[in-house]
């Protein structure tokens, strides 16, 4: 089974920073690919990247995602009050979904 | 737009089944779509449940396999869950979405997971 971790565990920053955050897999298989979620304090998740770089609709090009399906890293410039929050990534190419166990993106 | 919406106890007693519907408004659910069931632990991460076709093919993750099962219903638009002999570690959010695919060689192959309800507490105490 494929374990996905992420780090930091959590980043603390200020608003108008850069954000760099990593996903990576246990293993590697197959044309696996990660995308991200973004989850606010008391809200579902929300699709942020897709397909290892594409963003989803309503997400500001200040989101951009690179990578394998092995490893992948999110980056949030200019960091907005909105987007202080909990990111999660995802492992999906074949009959199962895997979530990394997340990333807390904190006001420093 | 799509949008789901959870419903059903929000309290269920342990060793009995956990029964949660969610409903589709603003897309048909037999239109090409795999549709999710996930749950989040207070406090805690994503744990992916399983997910269904409307023609019956499904998958499940492989530690609830044996009790969690996922139907849809075309008629009414909604897609279900239940979750037999809960425990305390069954207590969770649970979150119904729409989850795109593809089929390679005639295998589906599950994608992200696009659309979001917006999750519906469930806990498990006598």
């Given at each position: 089974e494929?374990?996905?971790?992420?780090s930091?565990?959590?980043l603390?920053?200020?608003?108008?920073?850069?954000?760099?955050l990593?996903?990576?897999a246990?293993?590697?298989?197959?044309?696996?690919?990660?995308?991200?979620?973004?989850?606010?304090?008391?809200?579902?998740?929300?699709?942020?990247?897709?397909?290892?770089s594409?963003?989803?609709?309503?997400?500001?090009?200040?989101f951009?995602?690179?990578?394998?399906?092995?490893?992948?890293?999110?980056?949030?410039?200019?960091?907005?009050?909105?987007?202080?929050?909990?990111y999660?990534?995802?492992?999906?190419?074949?009959s199962?979904?895997?979530?990394?166990?997340?990333?807390?993106?904190?006001?420093? | 737009?799509?949008?789901l919406?959870?419903?059903?106890?929000?309290?269920v007693?342990?060793?009995?089944?956990?029964?949660?519907?969610c409903?589709?408004?603003?897309?048909?659910?037999?239109?090409?779509?795999?549709?999710?069931?996930?749950?989040?632990?207070?406090?805690?991460?994503?744990?992916?449940?399983?997910?269904m076709?409307?023609h019956?093919?499904?998958?499940?993750?492989?530690?609830l396999?044996?009790?969690?099962?996922?139907?849809?219903?075309?008629?009414?638009?909604q897609?279900?869950?239940k979750?037999?002999?809960?425990?305390?570690?069954?207590?969770?959010?649970?979150?119904?979405?729409?989850?795109?695919?593809t089929?390679?060689r005639?295998?589906d192959?599950?994608?992200?997971?696009?659309?979001?309800?917006?999750?519906?507490?469930?806990?498990?105490?006598?």
């Amino acid at each position: 089974e494929v374990v996905l971790t992420q780090s930091p565990a959590t980043l603390s920053l200020s608003p108008g920073e850069s954000a760099t955050l990593s996903c990576r897999a246990s293993q590697s298989v197959g044309s696996y690919h990660l995308v991200w979620y973004q989850q606010r304090p008391g809200q579902a998740p929300r699709l942020l990247i897709y397909g290892s770089s594409s963003r989803a609709a309503g997400i500001p090009d200040r989101f951009s995602a690179s990578g394998s399906g092995t490893a992948s890293t999110l980056t949030i410039s200019r960091l907005e009050p909105e987007d202080f929050a909990m990111y999660y990534c995802q492992q999906y190419g074949g009959s199962l979904i895997t979530f990394g166990p997340g990333t807390r993106l904190e006001i420093k | 737009q799509v949008q789901l919406q959870e419903s059903g106890p929000g309290l269920v007693k342990p060793s009995e089944t956990l029964s949660l519907t969610c409903s589709v408004s603003g897309y048909s659910i037999n239109s090409g779509y795999y549709w999710a069931w996930i749950r989040q632990p207070p406090g805690k991460g994503l744990e992916w449940i399983g997910s269904m076709y409307h023609h019956g093919g499904s998958f499940y993750n492989t530690s609830l396999r044996s009790r969690a099962t996922i139907s849809v219903d075309t008629s009414k638009n909604q897609f279900s869950l239940k979750l037999t002999s809960v425990t305390a570690a069954d207590t969770a959010v649970y979150y119904c979405a729409r989850n795109p695919h593809t089929t390679i060689r005639g295998m589906d192959i599950i994608y992200w997971l696009d659309s979001w309800g917006q999750g519906t507490l469930v806990t498990v105490s006598s």
